[in-house]
């Protein structure tokens, strides 16, 4: 595939750029697969190449660039990015950059648009407009599970040619990974974004799980105390603790009625009372939960 046919195909998929072999060749062995489904996009793009490529610049998408192998980087203003198959290369939007991308250096490319960035980052840090650094490490928790996530999802939408799954869980693994890309990224050069380990919406989804342990709550009754939807709630979840509404609610029932057996009587207690109190109607389940979370049966630490 000569160079000009190459360019033709990337820019109808990205944007306009230039493309130039950094050898004399006048030609690239491309191969380029590409899955898209709403908002976000799974490309695989190897120009079998050395290349530079420099695009007119990204406006409504962003875009995440591993290298599968081999080495790449990216210049922007005065800064360069390498990455490699451990770094992975962020280009800012409307700013001009550069890449250079060497042969053997087969990249998985993330699509997001714009507009789904800005909506999962309101829901995550209370605002829309996030500063974002150049480069996400994939070495670290935060870029593994933006891998996972990416891998999730990639395989959901090849299903789909098969089967048809509800939209709403379609739309949910889309925002789980959107979630991950933000939580992952870098911060720029001389700036820190304040973040906690957890979101302003888990951080007060866990306190008023806290404050209503013992009540009968439901995910809707949740989702609304907090001014959210069930899917805002259940994709921030999924994304920073990889659980459910019901899951953090359980555990947090599990650890009070941890502190009641210990602090109980035996005399003046029995299991299945505070078992109840605590919300747990299933004594058998119960029972069972207990043991998986804390290795030991209630009955042993009723009897501490």
Not at 291 to 301: A, D, H, I, N, V
């Amino acid at each position: 595939m000569d160079v000009d046919e190459a360019h033709e195909k990337v820019s109808e998929l990205f944007c306009g750029h230039e493309l130039s072999p950094r050898t004399r060749e006048t030609a690239v062995a491309m191969k380029l697969r590409s899955l898209h489904r709403g908002d976000v996009g799974i490309e695989f793009l190897d120009y079998g190449a050395d290349v530079r490529i420099e695009p007119d610049g990204l406006n409504d998408f962003h875009l995440v660039q591993i290298p599968l192998a081999g080495h790449a980087s990216m210049r922007v203003g005065s800064s360069t990015v390498e990455s490699s198959p451990q770094r992975a290369t962020v280009p800012p939007l409307d700013r001009p950059f550069s890449m250079s991308w060497d042969g053997g250096s087969p990249h998985l490319i993330v699509y997001v648009r714009r507009s789904a960035v800005e909506r999962v980052a309101g829901q995550l840090y209370g605002e829309s407009a996030v500063e974002l650094g150049y480069g996400m490490d994939l070495a670290g928790a935060a870029g593994r599970a933006f891998l996972r996530s990416v891998v999730e999802l990639h395989d959901d939408m090849i299903s789909q040619r098969q089967s048809t799954a509800p939209a709403f869980v379609q739309g949910l693994l889309a925002d789980s990974m959107v979630s991950r890309f933000l939580m992952a990224m870098e911060t720029p050069a001389g700036e820190s974004r304040d973040v906690d380990a957890e979101s302003r919406l888990v951080r007060e989804c866990r306190e008023l799980l806290e404050r209503h342990a013992f009540e009968e709550l439901t995910v809707p009754d949740i989702a609304e105390c907090l001014g959210v939807s069930v899917r805002t709630l259940q994709t921030a979840l999924r994304a920073e603790t990889g659980a459910t509404p019901s899951d953090l609610l359980r555990s947090i029932r599990l650890d009070r009625a941890r502190e009641m057996l210990l602090e109980a009587s035996p005399r003046e207690q029995t299991v299945t009372f505070i078992a109840e109190l605590c919300g747990f109607t299933h004594q058998g389940r119960f029972s069972a939960l207990y043991l998986k979370t804390f290795g030991e049966l209630p009955s042993e630490s009723l009897r501490r």
